[in-house]
């Protein structure tokens, strides 16, 4: 568990879902983030022609829809739980109501947009070896 | 007196001319100032290694004018360029934010003035400061989906011409300049730079960029492409 995601815990609804289900598509405005609790969460691109990528695979502790919220983009990628999860949802604007202001709650962002970004490099080396 | 490299060069941040068009830099007076007393501005050439892939992080360069590519290797040795910088755009934040190894090198392809910020004075700034932390932020998810769209063109990508055609097309989209004969790119890259940011060989990219030319989709004149079939291009692009 993150410290963000314990701060900002009274804050989340908890849900559990199935494996199968969409938390949101590509194109969406973000309406808040997912704090994945437990299970696995697909994180996936797709072309014009339908084909579809998988772009990494989100586990407990991570929080999907944070570089979007945070920098007011629409997602660039869909989320699909891949076996059943427990996720906390937090609104948009309940979300960075808590974190404005706060150096702290912001460096845990920091931390976690970090990794997220050191993910996708992963990723591009991992394709790139493939080729 | 002529500046070094004909750079126009900004000293102190809170007199920065173009501090307000620049993400990172955007700041209120108190938070610039903040950045200003830690920063250490240095000029630098074409070629110069800021960081190395793998090498434990001294802090941040704020890249201020010049441009820099970011690269990475993959386990054989391939080299993969995730993206190349621009004025403006803060390099090895998420490094010096973990703690952890550059993900990446960072070398100038052009000319440039970085300012410098030691990781224990940046850690310090976002420790005391919200809003440095929101601009550092927004930059780390730039970076984000920065390598998002590249990870989808190097991923579905059917063909090596579709990853090169929409490569010109992000570039037009950037920064092309409509005239007469199309739309112009100035391309500081060469050939093998363009072909390790689609993954390719460099003998693949010449090729293509003689038979975008021989088809009159391109024209390319010392350093200059010019796109003069955009079309064409958007036809080849599946994603």
Same mark, same amino acid.
């Given at each position: ?55 990494? @695979? ?5 929080? *999907?829809?944070?570089?979007? !919220?945070? $920098? ?5 990628? =869909?989320? &699909? ?23 702290? @709650? ?5 931390? *976690?947009?970090?990794?997220? !970004?050191? $993910? ?5 080396? =991992?394709? &790139?070896?493939?080729? | ?239």
């Amino acid at each position: 568990m993150t410290s963000i995601a314990d701060t900002l815990s009274e804050h989340e609804t908890y849900e559990r879902y199935g494996a199968g289900r969409v938390l949101f598509r590509e194109g969406d405005e973000p309406r808040g983030v997912y704090v994945v609790h437990s299970g696995q969460v697909d994180l996936v691109f797709s072309g014009k022609n339908g084909s579809a990528k998988p772009l990494r @695979v989100a586990e407990d502790g991570q929080i *999907l829809g944070l570089s979007c !919220v945070v $920098s007011h983009r629409r997602h660039d990628c =869909s989320a &699909t739980t891949k076996t059943s999860c427990e996720l906390g949802f937090i609104d948009r604007d309940t979300f960075l109501a808590q974190i404005d202001h706060s150096p702290s @709650v912001w460096f845990s962002v920091l931390q *976690l947009l970090s990794q997220d !970004v050191n $993910s996708c490099y992963d990723c591009m080396r =991992s394709i &790139t070896a493939a080729k | 007196m002529p500046s070094p490299y004909n750079l126009d060069i900004h000293n102190t941040c809170t007199e920065c001319t173009v501090r307000a068009e620049r993400l990172f830099c955007n700041m209120s007076a108190s938070s610039i100032s903040a950045v200003d007393s830690i920063k250490f501005t240095g000029v630098y050439p074409k070629g110069s290694l800021l960081f190395v892939e793998g090498e434990m992080p001294r802090g941040i360069f704020i890249l201020c004018s010049g441009r820099a590519k970011l690269t990475t290797s993959s386990t054989e040795g391939k080299t993969l360029i995730v993206k190349i910088a621009e004025p403006g755009e803060v390099l090895g934040a998420s490094a010096t934010i973990l703690g952890k190894p550059y993900e990446v090198s960072a070398e100038t392809i052009e000319p440039a003035q970085l300012n410098f910020i030691k990781r224990d004075d940046f850690l310090k700034l976002l420790g005391a400061n919200a809003e440095a932390c929101m601009h550092t932020a927004q930059q780390l998810s730039e970076k984000y989906h920065s390598a998002q769209r590249e990870i989808r063109s190097l991923g579905l990508s059917q063909t090596t011409s579709e990853k090169l055609a929409k490569l010109l097309l992000d570039w037009c989209a950037r920064g092309g300049e409509e005239t007469a004969k199309g739309i112009r790119l100035k391309v500081l890259l060469t050939h093998e730079e363009i072909a390790q940011m689609i993954g390719t060989t460099r003998e693949t990219v010449t090729r293509l960029l003689s038979d975008f030319k021989r088809k009159k989709i391109i024209d390319v004149k010392g350093s200059s492409v010019f796109v003069m079939e955009k079309a064409s291009l958007e036809t080849m692009v599946s994603i």
